[in-house]
């Protein structure tokens, strides 16, 4: 589903992806993993054409995705969360995942303007599209609250109900479970595996959570400075010697 | 609003509110309907200019409240209306009813045209941007003098009550801008509660989210900046209408100034943030004078100063404060 060839990233003198290459099965769940500052974000705002790569070939269902503008990606299928919260704080929590949704409506500023019968009906089953995804996430409670001042937890999962209000084919996680509660995460992880099933998703996931990353993950793929040091199945990379020095150094 | 009630979402105390709400509006509109039959012309002609300002705020609202960016030229935009309006009265001999789409929509084409840095600048980029537009504005009227007439402005007939309403000119001009601000309040609140007025406030809140929510930035910015515009130009048509007369020096940078200030004060994104700044806008200058001749200004900055010490959220916010402590006491009492 989507193949990433020899991706290269520059700022300025710094090298953040070097020839990153990997590829992502139709169903599969990826775990990107490596220390801080491995590239790994980075990675994920080519995918979502936030950065330009320098060099290097992204092919997501047999097209150049390099090649499409930003605000096309979410119309290809690919949704997205952020690794500090990308929510919009004073819109509701519910506003926030109606635009999720956006590239799912029609209204321009003059039929919207003039609230055309037809305007009125898409509102009324994106709203109800949002609800509905709200409701499985446990949020409905909370539909009306503004998407700030929400325990962190919830800010999570807010912006999880946003990626999949798009009805992803791709979802590009960073860091979902980055300062929860254990609890928390073993609820999250639950979930993620029950949505994979049941929208048929295809995930990649950036985590430093390695009970997360191993619980959830078929494949991972670990990053340092900017290459790719290992992929495999989590068991084998979790052994591979190069991770563990990437992650404390001179192996022991 | 009805329907809202009706599904009972929001559960049983909003409803209650919402119900006085309903009460309260239907209470305004009766009191706005009444007001030019109890009051002098005079009065009349300023909560005429208050609706004339309130239709401005509507389009600088929609621009710096709900989509984040900044306008320190919108009296040029207002300028565009009452002039455009004034050369199609005076030149063209146009019926006025005409004037005010025509003049709404050369203000939006030229929106469209300026709008362009407003997709690529921030914050005080932007600022000085839109500031040029108005300082530039003035002298370009006084050049074209054969067509503007110059210094002196063009002074014009006002639209006349027809004979059944059997109103006086003051009372009919208050009820066409009544009719046009109602008409403006409803296409904005339309806008704003649509796919497209979410998208603003993405925008507004946080662009990278916003455009990989598929949300086109470019688009959506210079969309609403034609908009901002559209409304300040149809603002300026109804100056042109209940004054009478243009001239270039009604529209100086000042008014820019004014206006946002005005917006601010209001209440930055509120729904009735715009009403409450046309009615600081149209009477506070006049107060400030009163108060102190000799330095009206003075008056008018230490105003602006004490109001955003004690309501920094505007007016608005001031006045939603109140409400809520007043319905806080209801319930203990």
Same mark, same amino acid.
């Given at each position: ?5 020899? $991706?290269?990233? +520059? ?37 979502? +054409? ?39 704080? +004073? ?22 303007? $003039? ?5 009125? +009906? ?37 912006? $999880? ?92 | ?7 009972? &979402? ?8 919402? &119900? ?26 300023? @909560? ?72 690529? /600048? ?8 839109? @500031?040029?537009?108005?300082?530039? /504005?003035?002298?370009?009227?006084? !050049? ?22 059997? *109103? ?7 009820? @066409? ?7 403006? *309040?409803?296409? #904005?609140?339309?806008?704003? !509660? ?11 809140? #946080? ?84 108060? #102190? ?9 230490? /105003? ?10 505007? @007016?608005?916010? *001031? ?8 319905? !806080? ?5």
């Amino acid at each position: 589903m989507l193949e990433v060839h020899e $991706l290269t990233v +520059r700022f300025g003198g710094i090298t953040a992806l070097d020839g990153v290459g990997f590829t992502v099965a139709r169903g599969a769940m990826v775990g990107l993993i490596g220390p801080n500052g491995a590239g790994k974000t980075t990675l994920f705002n080519c995918l979502t +054409r936030r950065h330009r790569a320098d060099g290097g070939e992204v092919r997501y269902e047999d097209r150049d995705l390099l090649a499409e503008p930003p605000h096309a990606i979410a119309g290809l299928g690919i949704g997205r969360t952020f690794q500090n919260l990308g929510l919009f704080p +004073r819109m509701s929590v519910r506003e926030n995942v109606m635009v999720g949704a956006h590239h799912h409506g029609r209204a321009g500023f003059l039929t919207a303007a $003039l609230r055309l019968p037809r305007v009125r +009906r898409e509102e009324a089953r994106l709203r109800e599209e949002a609800d509905a995804v709200l409701a499985r996430l446990d949020l409905a409670a909370v539909a009306d609250h503004p998407a700030a001042g929400l325990p962190f937890g919830t800010l999570k999962r807010v912006e $999880l109900a946003r990626a999949l209000a798009g009805r992803p084919r791709l979802l590009l996680l960073d860091e979902p479970v980055n300062g929860l509660s254990h609890g928390e995460v073993d609820a999250f992880a639950d979930t993620l595996r029950a949505l994979r099933e049941e929208l048929s998703l295809t995930v990649v996931v950036v985590e430093h959570h390695m009970g997360f990353v191993m619980g959830t993950c078929d494949r991972v793929v670990c990053l340092d400075f900017g290459r790719r040091i290992a992929e495999g199945p989590p068991e084998e990379v979790q052994r591979d010697p190069a991770v563990i020095e990437a992650y404390l150094g001179t192996a022991a | 609003m009805a329907e809202r009630r009706g599904t009972g &979402r929001r559960g049983p105390v909003p409803a209650v509110r919402a &119900r006085w709400r309903g009460l309260l509006l239907t209470a305004a509109l009766l009191a706005v309907c009444a007001a030019p039959f109890q009051l002098v012309p005079f009065r009349v002609f300023q @909560l005429t200019m208050v609706l004339v300002y309130t239709v401005a705020l509507i389009g600088l609202n929609l621009l710096v409240g709900h989509g984040g960016q900044i306008s320190l030229g919108h009296g040029a935009f207002f300028a565009v209306g009452a002039y455009g309006t004034a050369i199609m009265m005076f030149h063209g001999g146009w019926p006025y009813p005409v004037t005010l789409p025509a003049a709404a929509a050369v203000a939006f084409a030229i929106g469209l045209a300026l709008g362009v840095p407003a997709t690529r /600048l921030h914050g005080l980029y932007l600022a000085l941007v839109t @500031l040029a537009i108005a300082i530039f /504005l003035v002298p370009l009227l006084k !050049r074209f003098e054969s067509v503007t007439g110059g210094s002196m402005g063009l002074t014009l007939a006002k639209p006349r009550p027809p004979a059944w309403s059997g *109103l006086a000119e003051d009372q009919w001009l208050y009820f @066409l801008t009544l009719a046009a601000a109602l008409l403006a *309040l409803a296409v #904005n609140h339309s806008l704003l !509660r649509s796919r497209v007025g979410r998208a603003l406030h993405a925008v507004r809140d #946080n662009e990278t989210a916003a455009e990989v929510m598929g949300v086109r930035l470019a688009f959506h910015k210079r969309m609403a900046f034609a908009w901002s515009a559209m409304f300040a130009g149809a603002a300026g048509c109804l100056y042109t209408w209940v004054i009478g007369f243009v001239s270039p020096d009604s529209f100086t940078v000042n008014l820019s100034i004014t206006l946002l200030a005005g917006l601010v004060i209001g209440g930055l994104g509120a729904t009735w943030g715009p009403l409450l700044g046309g009615l600081f806008v149209m009477f506070v200058p006049s107060l400030s004078q009163d108060v #102190n001749k000799a330095a009206p200004g003075v008056i008018f900055g230490l /105003l602006i100063i004490v109001v955003m010490y004690v309501a920094p959220t505007g @007016l608005a916010g *001031l006045v939603r404060r109140a409400a809520h402590s007043f319905g !806080r006491t209801l319930r203990k009492g």
